[in-house]
Nanobody, 129 residues
Framework: QLQLVESGGGVVQPGGSLRLSCAASGFTMDDSYTVGWFRQAPGQAREEVSCLSSNDNSPYYKNSVKGRFTVTRDNAKNTVYLQMNSLKPDDTATYYC?????????????????????WGQGTQVTVSS
């Protein structure tokens, strides 16, 4: 079964850090896959906050997380990570990862809305004092 599994969510105080993991099973999520990180807060639309392209591992970050979030890939572990620092209450949401091998650059997905092939089930991040 091909799937993505997110982990690493939790409750953290403002200014704290979390590292989310997106582990693939049933397929090899290596450099041939572009991986996106999304979040959705209650009553709000889903938004893509970060992406890691497959051609050169160049990252994309939404402006609101730029400088605080870092996306990386560990092919040996078949996992993509989202390091989140200086967390704010506005970062509270369910975070999802998604992967696709259709296009090897983030703009296809971020700017043109090309759908990803695989999605995880989400992990909750709550930033609260």
């Amino acid at each position: 079964q091909l799937q993505l599994v997110e982990s690493g969510g939790g409750v953290v105080q403002p200014g704290g850090s979390l590292r989310l993991s997106c582990a693939a099973s049933g397929f090899t999520m290596d450099d041939s896959y572009t991986v996106g990180w999304f979040r959705q807060a209650p009553g709000q639309a889903r938004e893509e906050v970060s992406c890691l392209s497959s051609n050169d591992n160049s990252p994309y970050y939404k402006n609101s997380v730029k400088g605080r979030f870092t996306v990386t890939r560990d092919n040996a572990k078949n996992t993509v990570y989202l390091q989140m620092n200086s967390l704010k209450p506005d970062d509270t949401a369910t975070y999802y990862c998604a992967a696709s091998s259709q296009y090897n650059y983030c703009s296809a997905y971020v700017s043109f809305g090309v759908p990803y092939d695989f999605w995880g089930q989400g992990t909750q991040v709550t930033v609260s004092s």
